[in-house]
């Protein structure tokens, strides 16, 4: 899957393949630290959120928790 910024992309694919490597060398070894990929991961967001800017994405607007709330919109209702 692409990132939400095209020139995010390059970024995204580096995070992911650090990501894959330290899941399956060291995740799945016992070894949960994951500093490894947090350079990669950082700049990769920092990406991303000026993508989000460029795009009009409000980051709050993206992180509010809809579900059980007064802006859930309800299900339809059976006839």
């Known amino acids: 899957m692409n990132s939400i910024g095209e020139n995010c992309n390059e970024l995204k694919k580096q995070y992911d393949n650090c990501f894959l490597t330290w899941f399956s060398e060291r995740f799945l ?3 949960t630290n994951d500093e490894m990929c947090a350079p990669f991961f950082k700049v990769y967001q920092q990406c991303v959120k ?12 993206v992180e509010q928790d809809v579900l059980g709330s007064a802006e859930q919109t309800p299900p339809p209702k059976n006839s």
């Open 50 to 61: 000026r993508a989000m800017k460029d795009h009009q994405i409000d980051l709050k607007e």
């Open 29 to 31: 070894k016992g070894d």
